[in-house]
Every structure is written in structure tokens, then in C-alpha cells.
């Protein structure tokens, strides 16, 4: 069982390798050599799938090689070595040698050290690859958000030349250059994201979700000014023909096997399966289709995160059923959304899904998509950090020159989303309270702060007062009345409790709280010589002939104090009486017991040690007398 997991996950990636391999195509920029006049000269590199590469830009340095931790896989520090340039001076450009750690530990500890980028030279002679971050690895996962400069492979001979000029004690300058590594065509930009619904793949997922978040305002203002087209895109697999009817294939796949997703905690018995993962991916790209249909393609974004963060898989929320809350928040029409998501247990292609899986394949100078998530501008892989400033720089050097939009030349990305639909978040127009806070990353919903109140609750479909002073806000969201000069709440204004009726009132506490009739409802002034009458909120009780009315003990009583009237007070007698000689009785019988009880400790200890009459029974023993 266990064993034909893994052949069939082994199955599965290998077909897919298999399919693309060939086509793995490498981002390069180019790195020229400007001194020493002998070995000047352009060469390609490929940039590493980390760090931040200056898309658009260029950047000079010259080139040191150190002379110990050659790899660069432990700290420089330990050798007393440090790359930071002098003020005025090329900035350090660190040749490393390919081996022994992941690429981004080298780049890392070059940076620690002050470098300003990392070439690494390879160890044997082949085609440029590009140097990917590590997968799931939660060590390295903790310095790769950190890793700011760019850094570059570089053929293995051409690190030998440029070692061979350093030894020689020449001084090497090379010139590192983007701008040629996206093509900038025309005055609008076509960019792609290779993305996944999965919230829980580890290290990878949780970038990819933070980017999203974080990009969101720029690729929105992009989009509605018409800068560029946006087409988001999810990966999917096939399950091998002769798998197809396996349990595995089935928990993986839709529509008999043709698209398929790995099982998110790998494991296919409990939790969410691969199948759910693929149906969310379809109910994303149809949300674009849709969103599309109607010109406004950003509401993607918008989607995309809220899922994020209303439906994440933790909270077993990872459904349908919370989809369609999102999809009805955003204004979305859900009825085309079903109706592009198709039958997924149909033995038949998902044209949706089928446009995919073709396009995963590259074509021409466009490369297979591989690794996820990727971003493709202008029909090539980017490279670098996935963070909101490198991919904006990206983006903004698809332009044609002179045709870029403000926001690339200033970097502010400002809208108001909060005033079209509230943004989609919660509101309560009555009291003119919203959720909705418009911040650079685009609008984010979130219970507001009111007076000094904090509100809780998802942002989305509520929000309540909470906490101390909750009663001052719209008295907590519970009913309140007033008559003839009392006022009642339902707001208890104590911890986070909710509204509750008011004693002598009931109800919901909410919407409403009814008066009780304590008269009718026989609650209270029901001895013989009461006489009731009902009030709002309350009731009024009098007692017959010169009799007291006692309310704290519902009855009537003669004003001289001593003669109890009320059946209830016999009653109190009696049971206190018989409470007490119970009591009495209970007391007795501990003391007897108990001096039983000694009695025979006694006799049983003086079978073994000799016992003085006034000595006390030990209750412990601390010491071993053996
Ligand atoms: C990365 O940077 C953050 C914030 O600047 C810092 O708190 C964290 O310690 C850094 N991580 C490492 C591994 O240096
Ligand atoms: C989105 O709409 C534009 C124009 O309305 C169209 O050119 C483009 O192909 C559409 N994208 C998708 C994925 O349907
Ligand atoms: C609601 O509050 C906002 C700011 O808190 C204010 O600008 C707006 O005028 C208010 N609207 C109404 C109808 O009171």
C-alpha cells in the first residue's frame, strides 16, 4: 500500500519531467567583462531564482575571489573575510564555486559579508541551469526572504578565466546587465502567474500567498489603467492511463483522471485531497474567465486573497460552500462560475483546464513552466525573489521606453477600493461603520477600532463591539428600550458575553425583549394575600388587611415582624431543622468514626514499635528506621 503510493507519486512527476525536459528554457542576462582588456568580452549568465536581480537596470563591480571558503557554504566571518567595498569604490562582486551547499547559502553568506552580488562559477562543463531555491526547507527558508542581491551561473570555463586574471593579480571589472532579459515591445505588458489554491505546501505556498497579498494594489492599478493584461494560470497533471481507476488517481484527480493535483499533506486518507485542490484551481481561472467577461480581470486579486484568507485549509473551511460566500461578496455572477467549471466527474476534457495544461508547454524562446509558482513577462520566466518591488521592476521593463506608467517611475501605488462596494467587507451603514481599510497592498477587511471598541469578527459578513465598553457602540448591537422613564438594556457591557434580557424581560436580546407578566405567568405575588399588577419591567405586589409585602421574599408578613404567614416560611423551618439535625447527626458520626478509626491505627502500630500513650499517630513517614 504505502509502497504503490510512492510509485504512483514517482509515476506521476516522472511523466511530467519526462514531457518537459526538453524544454526547460534558462533566463539569462548577460555579464560582460569591461577590464582587463584581454578577456573583455560578453557571457551569458543565469540568473538565480532568489535574491533581488535589477530587472531594467544594470549594475557594475569588480570581482573578488576569495582565497579560503572558495564555496562560500560557511559564514565569512570565520575567516576574517569581508566583501564590503570602500566608499567611492565598484561595488564586490563575490566568484564563488559551485558544490557542497544549496546555491542560496552561498549567495546568503556573500551578502552577510557585504558582497554586492554572487557569481557562481559551475563545476563541470554543461548548459546554464538555473539555480532554484531549496524546497521545503525550513533552515534555509528563514535567510531567503533576507537575500537582496541579485547573483548569477556562470559556464565553468568562464570561471576559470576570470579566476586565472584574479590570480594574476589583475584587477577584474565586469558589468552585469538586465536589460535585455524581458523583451519591452510595445506600451502594454503581458504577464502571467503559474499559481496554486494549496495553502498548505510549506515554505513555497506561504510566499507565494504573501506576494499575492502584497502585489495586489499594483497589479490592480496596472490592470485598470490598461498597462497591462494579467492571465493568471494553475498547473495541473495527469494521472497515468493505467491509474486511472486506482483509489489514488481518484482522490487526486477529476474528470476521470485528466487533471490532478499532488494531495496537499501527502497523505490520501484524511484531510483535503489533490481533487479539491484542482476544483479550487478551476474555480479560480473561471473566476478570471468570468471577471474577464464583465472587464474587470483584477476582481482575480481580489478573490484570490480573500480565499486566502477566509477559507484556508486549517480552519476546514477549504470548500465550496465558503467560495461561493467570497464570490457573492465581490459581486461576482456564481451562476457563469458553475457553468465554466463544468461536471468534474464527466469522462471528458474541461476545455478550461485543457487550455492549461496546453500552455504549460513553452513554444519558441518561451520555456515549459516547471517550477511554481512562476512569473512569466512578456513570454519569459522571471527570475528572482517573488517580492512586490523585484517583480514590479520586472514588469515595469516590459515597456517600451518612455511608455512606462507613473507607477513605475514613482513607485506609489495608491487607489481608494474601499468606495466601490465597500470593497466587499462588512459594513454597517446605520451606524456608518466599515470594515473596508484601503492601505497600499489594496483594501483589506478588517473590524474597526471605534471610540476606543474593538470590533471582531472575519471582516466580511460581520463585526461585533467587543471587549469593555462595547455597550457605548450602538449598545453592543443588543436591544434597548425606555418607558415612562426606565430604561432597560440587553447589553451586560462584562466580558465578550452576548446580549441578554434584562430580569423581568425576555427574548433574544438582540431584536427584542418582551415584558415578562409576572402576574399571569404566576412568577412572583402569588400568595393568598397578594394582590399583583403588572408593570413594564417589572410588577407590584400588595398584601390584603395591615400585612407587609417582604419582595426579596415573596410574601406578606404582619408589620410587627414576628408572625410568619406565608406557607413558604413553615416550610423554611422545617427543612432548616431538618438540615441542621442532619448536620448534627453527620458530625457525630465523623467523630465517632474517626475515633474508631485511630483506635485501631493505634492497636495496629503497637503490634510493631512500642508506643507512648501521649505520643500522636505519625501521618507520614519520612525516614526508612529498617
Ligand atoms: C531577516 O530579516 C528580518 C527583518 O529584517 C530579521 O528580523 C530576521 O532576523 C532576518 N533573518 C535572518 C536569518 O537573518
Ligand atoms: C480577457 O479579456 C480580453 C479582452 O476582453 C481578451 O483579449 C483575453 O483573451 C481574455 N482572457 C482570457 C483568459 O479569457
Ligand atoms: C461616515 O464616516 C466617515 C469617516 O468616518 C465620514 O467621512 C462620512 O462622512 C460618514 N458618513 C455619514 C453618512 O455620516
Not at 26 to 38: A, C, G, H
Not at 377 to 393: H, S
Request: aromatic share 10%; glycine share 10%; with cysteine.
Amino acid at each position: 500500500m504505502e509502497l504503490r503510493r510512492f510509485l504512483l507519486v514517482g509515476f506521476v512527476l516522472l511523466s511530467v519531467i519526462g514531457n518537459c525536459y526538453a524544454r526547460f528554457v534558462v533566463e539569462k542576462n548577460s555579464l560582460m567583462v569591461t577590464s582587463p582588456e584581454k578577456i573583455k568580452g560578453t557571457h551569458d549568465s543565469a540568473i538565480g531564482n532568489f535574491g533581488i536581480p535589477q530587472y531594467g537596470g544594470s549594475m557594475a563591480g569588480a570581482v573578488i575571489y576569495p582565497k579560503e571558503n572558495r564555496k562560500g557554504c560557511k559564514g565569512f566571518d570565520e575567516f576574517g573575510i569581508s566583501f564590503q567595498s570602500k566608499p567611492g569604490a565598484l561595488p564586490t562582486f563575490v566568484l564563488l564555486d559551485r558544490g557542497d551547499c544549496f546555491f542560496a547559502l552561498k549567495v546568503w553568506n556573500a551578502q552577510k559579508a557585504g558582497a554586492s552580488a554572487v557569481l557562481v562559477a559551475d563545476d563541470i562543463e554543461e548548459a546554464l541551469i538555473t539555480m532554484d531555491t531549496p524546497e521545503e526547507d525550513t533552515s534555509s527558508a528563514k535567510y531567503l526572504e533576507n537575500i537582496t542581491i541579485p547573483s548569477a551561473l556562470i559556464e565553468k570555463t568562464f570561471g576559470e578565466t576570470l579566476k586565472k586574471a584574479i590570480s594574476g593579480g589583475e584587477m577584474v571589472n565586469v558589468n552585469l546587465d538586465w536589460r535585455e532579459a524581458v523583451p519591452h515591445p510595445d506600451d502594454r505588458v503581458e504577464y502571467e502567474l503559474w499559481t496554486n489554491s494549496n495553502d498548505e505546501c510549506g515554505v513555497k505556498c506561504d510566499m507565494l500567498m504573501e506576494f499575492v497579498k502584497d502585489f495586489k494594489g499594483a497589479a490592480q492599478i496596472l490592470e485598470k489603467g490598461g498597462y497591462t493584461q494579467f492571465t493568471p494560470h494553475y498547473i495541473t497533471w495527469y494521472c497515468p492511463q493505467a491509474f486511472t481507476l486506482s483509489r489514488q488517481c481518484k482522490s487526486q484527480c477529476i474528470n476521470h483522471g485528466r487533471y490532478c493535483a499532488p494531495d496537499p499533506e501527502q497523505d490520501f486518507s484524511s484531510g483535503y485531497d489533490g481533487k479539491d485542490v484542482v476544483l479550487e484551481n478551476l474555480r479560480q481561472l473561471c473566476v478570471f474567465r468570468v471577471a474577464n467577461e464583465t472587464n474587470k480581470p483584477w476582481l482575480w486579486w481580489d478573490y484570490v486573497t480573500d480565499f486566502q484568507i477566509r477559507c484556508p485549509m486549517k480552519e476546514k473551511k477549504y470548500n465550496k460552500e465558503c467560495a461561493d460566500d467570497v464570490i457573492k461578496s465581490l459581486g461576482l455572477d456564481g451562476k457563469n462560475i458553475e457553468k465554466c467549471m463544468g461536471d468534474p466527474y464527466a469522462d471528458a476534457d474541461n476545455p478550461v483546464l485543457k487550455e492549461e495544461q496546453d500552455a504549460q508547454v513553452g513554444k519558441g524562446s518561451r520555456g515549459d513552466v516547471t517550477i511554481l509558482p512562476t512569473l512569466v513577462v512578456n513570454n519569459r520566466q522571471y527570475r528572482g525573489k517573488l517580492a512586490k518591488g523585484a517583480v514590479l521592476k520586472a514588469i515595469c521593463s516590459g515597456f517600451e521606453e518612455t511608455t512606462e506608467p507613473a507607477v513605475c517611475l514613482s513607485g506609489d501605488v495608491e487607489t481608494n477600493e474601499c468606495l466601490e462596494n465597500n470593497g466587499g467587507c462588512w459594513q454597517d451603514k446605520i451606524a456608518n461603520l466599515t470594515a473596508c481599510k484601503d492601505t497600499f497592498r489594496g483594501r483589506v477587511c478588517e473590524c474597526p477600532l471605534v471610540d476606543g471598541v474593538q470590533f471582531r469578527g472575519d471582516g466580511y459578513s460581520h463585526c461585533e463591539a467587543s471587549g469593555p465598553g462595547r455597550c457605548k457602540i450602538n449598545n453592543g448591537g443588543c436591544w434597548h428600550g425606555s418607558r415612562d422613564g426606565h430604561a432597560y438594556s440587553a447589553c451586560l457591557g462584562i466580558g465578550d458575553s452576548k446580549c441578554q434580557c434584562p430580569p423581568g424581560f425576555k427574548g433574544d436580546g438582540v431584536k427584542s425583549c418582551e415584558d415578562v407578566d409576572e402576574c399571569n405567568e404566576k412568577k412572583a405575588c402569588q400568595c393568598p394575600e397578594c394582590s399583583c399588577k403588572n408593570t413594564w419591567g417589572s410588577y407590584e405586589c400588595t398584601c390584603s388587611g395591615d400585612l407587609l409585602y417582604i419582595r426579596d421574599h415573596d410574601t406578606c408578613i404582619s408589620k410587627s415582624g414576628t408572625e410568619v404567614r406565608s406557607a413558604w416560611a413553615a416550610v423554611w423551618v422545617i427543612v432548616i431543622g431538618l438540615a441542621m439535625a442532619a448536620g448534627g447527626a453527620y458530625l457525630v458520626y465523623k467523630y465517632r468514626l474517626r475515633s474508631y478509626m485511630d483506635s485501631e491505627i493505634r492497636a495496629i502500630m503497637a503490634q510493631y514499635m512500642p508506643l507512648d500513650s501521649q505520643a500522636e499517630v505519625p501521618n507520614h513517614v519520612s525516614e526508612d528506621r529498617a
